[in-house]
């Protein structure tokens, strides 16, 4: 199944550290921007290729750690998140440009989160519950909030459980976009990079025709692919020319 992926797809997960503010109470507390005393910023990083074994991660500590995931953005075609478009990549772009680097190269964003609450109804989508309904996985265990405050103390033992908190993540990430890639929303189109006549998702090159998909000007096949389940539809008409202007009068009517 991996030969298929042209798309290089990565996945990404960052941890971060939380806001510093001086307050006077815990209930109904806004905090005003003089209150703050640390603005927070990406602890870590793990990610790794789509379909690929070797996982990626970086800690703030190294100094490569921003230099290494520019990199790996700059040579997806993809980036696969977990409420990454409102959280991860804004994240890490404000770490870019307060370090004066440039954009990486553009990529298409798939965030899951967008899937869960678009095509599905689950109680919660917390990725840790979405992710045991559909019995892939489990987030790695750890103590709670006292697990940042000691990595920011610089504790080993919290760091590895950091490391083995943020790679697991990414894990459950890619099995998850495995489970429901044929459901999967903003899917990049693999016929637009470098196949054609395959499943947009997967690149599976068994489709079925099952039924016609009708649109305003013309009547297509309409395919499943064999491997994913991914709905699609063919690239040609099936309705001849001569007699596609009837189409348009009465679909205007």
């Known amino acids: ?23 006077w109470g815990v209930w109904g507390v806004n905090v005003g921007l003089e209150q703050l005393f640390d603005n927070g910023k990406v602890l870590c ?15 703030h500590r190294d100094l490569d750690f921003l230099q290494r ?17 409102r959280f991860d990549v804004p994240m890490l772009n404000r770490e870019f440009l307060k ?3 440039s954009p990486p ?15 599905f109804k689950f109680p919660s989508n917390k990725l840790q519950h979405v992710s045991s309904e559909l019995g892939i996985g489990s987030k790695t265990k750890h103590e709670g909030f006292s697990l940042w405050t000691k990595c920011e103390a610089g504790d080993p033992k919290a760091w590895e459980l950091m490391e083995r908190y943020n790679k697991q993540d990414v894990r459950l990430l890619e099995k998850l976009y495995n489970k429901t890639k044929a459901w999967t929303v903003g899917h990049p189109n693999q016929n637009t990079h470098g196949k054609n006549g395959v499943c947009p998702v997967c690149g599976g090159k068994h489709l079925q025709s099952r039924g016609t998909y009708k649109t305003a000007t013309g009547i297509y096949p309409r395919l499943q692919c064999v491997s994913c389940g991914k709905w699609s539809r063919g690239r040609f008409t099936l309705v001849e020319k001569t007699i596609r202007p009837n189409i348009l009068v009465e679909a205007a009517i």
């Open 1 to 23: 199944m991996n030969r298929r992926i042209t798309i290089k797809i990565l996945a990404l997960d960052i941890e971060t550290l939380y806001l510093t503010a001086g307050v």
């Open 45 to 59: 990083w793990a990610a790794k290729w789509i379909g690929k074994r070797d996982m990626f991660y970086g800690e």
């Open 69 to 85: 995931i520019h990199a790996l953005l700059d040579e997806a075609d993809a980036v696969l998140t977990y409420n990454g478009k």
């Open 99 to 101: 370090a004066g680097m």
């Open 105 to 119: 190269s553009p990529y298409k964003q798939i965030d899951l989160l967008e899937t869960m609450k678009k095509q």
